[in-house]
């Protein structure tokens, strides 16, 4: 059920421009906080993610429960509710559906204060197979009552997660990674044509939309590595074309920022939300809510299938093959604007 | 560790199976994504006896209804499986090579759609359920077909395990096996340093199992057990199968790195010869060097008498 993680380069200030792991920028970010702050506990599921790793002073707050993830969760709910700060790590896959109960019952209903890092989310299992893919967590999760839902797109947001929801009061659901990205760009593109210059991105704020690019026409709404960085290819690729398109990245999807969204959907003729999710009940479902209940947009859900099979093969490969990539995405896009011109929307 | 070899020969012809199937395994390891060496090669000995001595399964009809259900409770175990399986005939021996590629059915943990496979296993915990539900459906349909679950032990560290042990006990499963893969060592380190099984034979004695303990690579001892379940009527069967991470790769037996390995192509060649070497050694005839491993025939002939007495249905023919 896991495999060793040695592939990735761990986060440093010499490599924090490199590609790497959101779960290996969890990992060190948590490391660090340990240190820091004595009411954090780490429960590990035999996961190897901390293998190797020095804990410190803090190498008793280190527990390996072992493969138990339905009793990590419950262990956790009652740490909490006893006063510790508990990061459970397990799967996506895992935390979503398997220890699913004791996240309801004993952690989102009772409010307790506890961290669950979700690695591998998304298809980030890649060869791993189906059993090990989460394409229904946001959806889950985002039914659960207060639970704070954080999908950062790289190493940077995934630290400030970590660091701005350390005195959250009530539970975090943490998606991660597994396997290396690419940070968001965070200074202007210098190929770009005008007028859809891109924005230096403001650091991320937990509850606060990123926006990563303004945009006349069309606003894309992503959250995850892989589709804010499709988004943010399409978005070039439309402006090509005379089709000015605005990239957000909504990577805490509850609390939801209706706000920034609401504001910058305002005058787009298309909304097209990007996720490694199904297309229901995940991000695409949290802007279809918000927009249907306050002002109407048409939209494009783009995600994976509805149906039981979405392939097998590497990450890559089948986000590929459901269109998550720059070039189908853009395509969309452009049929979905000829279809509905703005003059008649 | 040393590498333990089987203390006896097994019954003629598997020895060869089990070590092309460790073969492949090893193979499919040096593929880009690389795989779950350890626990694969902990069972192999395991599978050659269930596929070519134990189960009553039909690779020319995969979902023959009279067939014994087997579960890879440990689905991480997936590349034993795949190469058994395909040596077995329920799938062709080149496909092994896709094993990990883009659009190959071949995963890291086995799916359904694959023949031979009843259902995807890889979430750890559920194996032991679905082979006990297996076990029911066969009792109330009054057939005599029987429910094999190999487990890892690191997995019996889930609680659902002992739900079901509770619950079959109860139900007087005693058409149901389940096999435990006791190489001592999950992906961090030993069982036993992160949450304790044993005494795990009293343990499945205390929920109501009749238990026995086996070298598991001892592929004569393994037939000799499996082949006669029920041991004690009204009581489900669990084999303590004593087995090596690793077994068969000398330099990385017994040790928690082999829990998943990408083998370079110099890895490989070593881990190659160091089967080859441990093939020779552990025969009662050495083969001469230079000797190709050819495939044996399909077995179509039980090499267990006993509990493979009753035909199989023709494909084709009506359940």
Not at chain 2, 26 to 42: F, N, T
């Amino acid at each position: 059920m896991t495999e060793t993680i040695a592939e990735a380069p761990s986060l440093s200030p010499d490599t924090a421009a490199a590609p790497a792991a959101t779960r290996n920028a969890y990992r060190d970010a948590l490391l660090t906080l340990m240190a820091a702050d004595p009411r954090v506990v780490c429960l590990d599921t035999d996961t190897g993610l901390f293998s190797g790793a020095d804990f410190g002073a803090a190498a008793e707050r280190y527990i390996d429960l072992g493969i138990a993830e339905h009793t990590a969760m419950d262990a956790a709910a009652g740490l909490a509710a006893s006063g510790w700060r508990p990061f459970v790590n397990t799967m996506a896959a895992f935390a979503s559906a398997r220890a699913l109960e004791a996240v309801k019952i004993n952690i989102a209903y009772a409010g307790q204060p506890v961290r669950i890092a979700a690695t591998h989310g998304g298809v980030a299992a890649g060869h791993l197979g189906a059993t090990h893919y989460a394409l229904e967590d946001l959806a889950v999760m985002r039914a659960l009552p207060n639970m704070t839902i954080v999908v950062p797109a790289d190493a940077a947001a995934t630290v400030a997660a970590v660091e701005q929801t350390a005195d959250l009061p009530g539970p975090l659901y943490l998606r991660l990674g597994r396997k290396p990205t690419p940070p968001l760009p965070t200074l202007p593109l210098p190929t770009l044509p005008l007028p859809t210059l891109p924005r230096p991105a403001e650091p991320p704020r937990i509850g606060r939309i990123q926006v990563l690019r303004d945009g006349a026409d069309v606003v894309f709404v992503g959250c995850g590595p892989h589709p804010v960085l499709a988004a943010l290819a399409a978005a070039d690729d439309l402006a090509g074309t005379g089709i000015s398109a605005g990239v957000l990245n909504a990577h805490t999807l509850a609390p939801f920022d209706t706000g920034t969204l609401l504001a910058h959907c305002a005058g787009a003729a298309l909304v097209v939300t990007v996720e490694e999710h199904r297309r229901a009940g995940g991000l695409g479902g949290a802007v279809a809510e918000t927009l249907a209940d306050q002002a109407p947009r048409r939209m494009l859900r783009i995600g994976l299938g509805d149906g039981p099979a979405v392939g097998a093969g590497s990450q890559d490969y089948i986000l590929e093959r459901h269109g998550l990539h720059p070039a189908p995405i853009a395509a969309r896009v452009r049929t979905a604007i000829e279809s509905h011109p703005r003059s008649s929307a | 560790m040393t590498v333990m070899a089987p203390a006896t020969p097994g019954p003629a012809g598997l020895a060869d199976v089990a070590d092309r199937i460790r073969g492949h395994v090893v193979d499919m390891c040096a593929g880009r994504e690389g795989g779950h060496l350890g626990g694969s090669l902990s069972i192999v000995d395991i599978l050659t006896v269930l596929y070519f001595g134990v189960l009553r399964v039909d690779p020319a009809w995969p979902e023959n209804p009279d067939r014994d259900m087997f579960v890879l409770s440990k689905g991480h175990g997936a590349l034993a499986l795949y190469a058994t399986l395909a040596e077995r005939g329920f799938l062709p021996v080149d496909e092994l090579a896709s094993y990990g590629q883009p659009g190959s059915r071949l995963m890291g943990h086995p799916m359904r759609d694959i023949p031979g496979v009843e259902v995807s296993t890889g979430s750890l915990g559920h194996g032991l359920s679905l082979g006990f539900g297996f076990a029911l459906a066969a009792r109330l349909a009054g057939s005599d077909r029987r429910s094999f679950v190999i487990t890892g032990d690191g997995e019996l560290q889930e609680g659902s395990c002992w739900e079901t042990a509770a619950c079959a006990a109860a139900q007087r499963a005693d058409n149901l096996v389940a096999i435990v893969d006791r190489n001592g060592l999950q992906l961090t380190g030993p069982t036993e340093g992160i949450s304790p099984l044993e005494p795990l034979a009293d343990r499945w004695r205390a929920f109501g199992w009749s238990v026995r303990e086996a070298d598991g690579h001892d592929q004569a001892a393994l037939a000799a057990e499996l082949g006669a379940t029920p041991w004690e009527p009204g009581r489900p069967s669990v084999l303590i199968a004593r087995t090596t991470k690793g077994h068969g790769v000398r330099f990385l037996a017994g040790k928690p790195v082999c829990h998943y390995a990408t083998l370079s192509e110099r890895q490989h060649a070593r881990a190659r010869a160091s089967l080859a070497s441990f093939q020779r050694g552990s025969r009662d005839q050495a083969l001469p060097a230079g000797t190709p491993l050819d495939r044996p025939p399909l077995a179509g002939t039980p090499l267990v008498e006993a509990p493979l007495s009753q035909p199989l249905l023709s494909p084709g023919e009506p359940a």
